[in-house]
């Protein structure tokens, strides 16, 4: 059980970097002129809204938000759920910690991944593969607070919908390697990340509901020291 939600954490990490990255939806090719200019307007509509909503999330320097978990797998009958919370701060990582069914948590920054027990004991690292895979993951999500939106573009195919104030947005793979493990994710907020739906390519559904979120400026001692020294 452990496993599975250490992958959707991560899965869950991805998603929030990729939710926030503004996107350029792909345009179907078309039989008729009038066809393609209306596909290619619903792609500027898309990929304006997405920018606004970018724009938005961005103001905030990090974010901290309760979480609950809910995977719907195919190998079990019963869903599984699990609470914590999550601090995203953009010059430092992602603190990801899980209260019930069982305390961990996950510490990622550009130096890799740290994971504690309920003691607060280091128990493991990611391994050279994992240290890269953390490291990217908080260069990118440091990377969309700051405005970069250059590194989405390549992956994903967006739809999006609503306002900046109450906005939707679906995020489907166009790279094969990704749609390999990946069918698509779904997202929903206004000033911060609400909810988030991720849909793996058997079939397997993570669903997290965001609340509580409140803009971080300045770490606290503790998530200082869970970062560790600069």
Known sequence: MGTLIRRAAFAGLIALQAACWPAQAATSASASNASASANASASDADAALVSQIAARLAQTKGVRSHFTQTQTLAALKTPLVSTGSLLFFRDRGVIWQIDTPYKKTWVMSDSGMTVLDATGQRVANGGAQGVRGAAEIAKMMRAMLGGDLSGLYTQFDVQARGTPARWQM????????????????????????????????NGDVTQYAFSGSTPVSELAPADQKLFGTP
Do not use: H, K, N
């Open 170 to 201: 679906r995020l489907v793979p166009r790279q094969p390697q990704i749609a390999q493990a990946l069918r698509g994710i779904e997202m929903d907020g206004g000033e911060f990340l609400q909810g988030l739906r991720i849909t793996l390519a």
